[in-house]
């Protein structure tokens, strides 16, 4: 028997139940019972994924997409134990944004969100997939 997952009218997934026997036939209760079963996992899987959001929203900034200070604050400690423990060198490089506040008071806010959103997508872009990104306001 296959029952769909569905959430908000979307199937995002599938309960398949088998049974040894190829002629088993699934009775009525059998059918609701795997239904209602696959009703709470649709729920579950909703509430993971919006904790996921939320997780995900509380380390990084709104505008950029990288990460934000607390979570760098965190993982710059780690990276120096890390480094510390293992006697390899760490690098740490900040990009202070010239003539922002000029961009913010001639061409609107904006704009300056825009300049910021354009230098962190090219600050990742140039960057390994292992190393932190992350975008510290004042």
């Not at 990460?67 to 423990?85: I, T």
């Not at 969100?113 to 997508?121: E, G, N, R």
């Amino acid at each position: 028997m296959s029952v769909p997952v569905i959430y908000r009218e979307q199937v995002i997934g599938m309960i398949a139940v088998e049974d040894g026997l190829k002629s088993r036939v699934w009775d009525e209760d059998e059918v609701r019972l795997i239904e209602t079963i696959a009703d709470q996992v649709a729920v579950a899987v909703n509430h993971a994924r919006l904790f996921e959001k939320m997780r995900e929203s509380s380390i990084t900034d709104g505008l950029t997409g990288v990460y934000n200070r607390r979570h760098f604050s965190a993982q710059l400690d780690h990276e120096f134990r890390l480094c510390r423990r293992s006697q390899i060198p760490l690098s740490l490089i900040m990009i202070d944004l010239d003539f922002l506040k000029k961009i913010n008071d001639t061409a609107g806010h904006l704009a300056g969100d825009a300049a910021i959103k354009h230098a962190a997508d090219s600050i990742v872009a140039s960057v390994r997939s292992t190393d932190t990104t992350a975008r510290l306001r004042r």
